[in-house]
Each structure stands twice: as structure tokens, then as C-alpha cells.
């Protein structure tokens, strides 16, 4: 098992920008690429962004490419998402998550591990 902690979220204007890390520690060995899912109130968990441990492959949805930016410090067993103009929609929970196969999935039950959620509000 892979634990995961994120933090960095918070409250920002439309425009802003805040940085999401993901600690990660146990077998981290095991996993080959981490993601960044959110979920609003009332809709379903999507995936924003994934990168791979090793070759550092990145994947974004089109709806956050241009604006995010995920990366990972291996020596820290740690990912982050660089957030930059934050729009209101973009309020949600997001939750680091480890899978062991490729990254891109967007099936949430595809994943292995999560934590327990970071909350981004984004107001208007």
C-alpha cells in the first residue's frame, strides 16, 4: 500500500494561482505513475492531470491544459500541481492518486491508492 497526503489548497480569486503537493510513502516503489483527480459537490471524480515516476510522462485534461502543470521530485517521493489562472469552476476536493499501470487512465477504480483530498475554492 501507498499512502498519500496532499496539501496546498485553499481559498484564491478567479485568476490565482496555488500549488498542490502529494506526499507519498510505503511502497511507493510499486507504483509507476501518480494523478491528480477533483470532484465538485454533486459531480463525478474527474482526472486532471498524471505523471510518471520514471520518465516524468505527463497527461492533462483539455480543460486544465495551459493553466496546470504537474511534476514530481522523485528524491521526495512527492508530485505537485502547479494551478494558474483559477477559474471558479475549478472548485472542487483534489485527491493524489497512485495506480500501477500507465498514466492517462481516467477511470478513478483503475487507481490503487488516495488520499484524503486537498479543498480548492476558486471564487468569482
Known amino acids: 500500500q501507498v499512502q498519500l497526503v496532499e496539501s496546498g489548497g485553499g481559498l484564491v480569486q478567479a485568476g490565482g494561482s496555488l500549488r498542490l503537493s502529494c506526499a507519498a510513502s510505503g511502497r511507493t516503489f510499486s507504483r509507476d505513475a501518480m494523478a491528480w483527480f477533483r470532484q465538485a459537490p454533486g459531480k463525478e471524480r474527474e482526472l486532471v492531470a498524471g505523471?510518471?515516476?520514471?520518465?516524468?510522462?505527463?497527461y492533462y485534461a483539455d480543460s486544465v491544459k495551459g493553466r496546470f502543470t504537474i511534476s514530481r521530485d522523485n528524491a521526495k517521493n512527492t508530485i505537485y500541481l502547479q494551478m494558474n489562472s483559477l477559474r471558479p469552476e475549478d472548485t472542487a476536493v483534489y485527491y493524489c492518486?497512485?495506480?500501477?499501470?500507465?498514466?492517462?487512465?481516467?477511470?478513478?477504480?483503475?487507481?490503487?491508492?488516495w488520499g484524503q483530498g486537498t479543498q480548492v475554492t476558486v471564487s468569482s
Open positions: 492518486a497512485a495506480t500501477t499501470t500507465i498514466i492517462g487512465i481516467v477511470i478513478p477504480s483503475r487507481y490503487d491508492d
Open positions: 505523471v510518471s515516476w520514471g520518465g516524468g510522462n505527463t
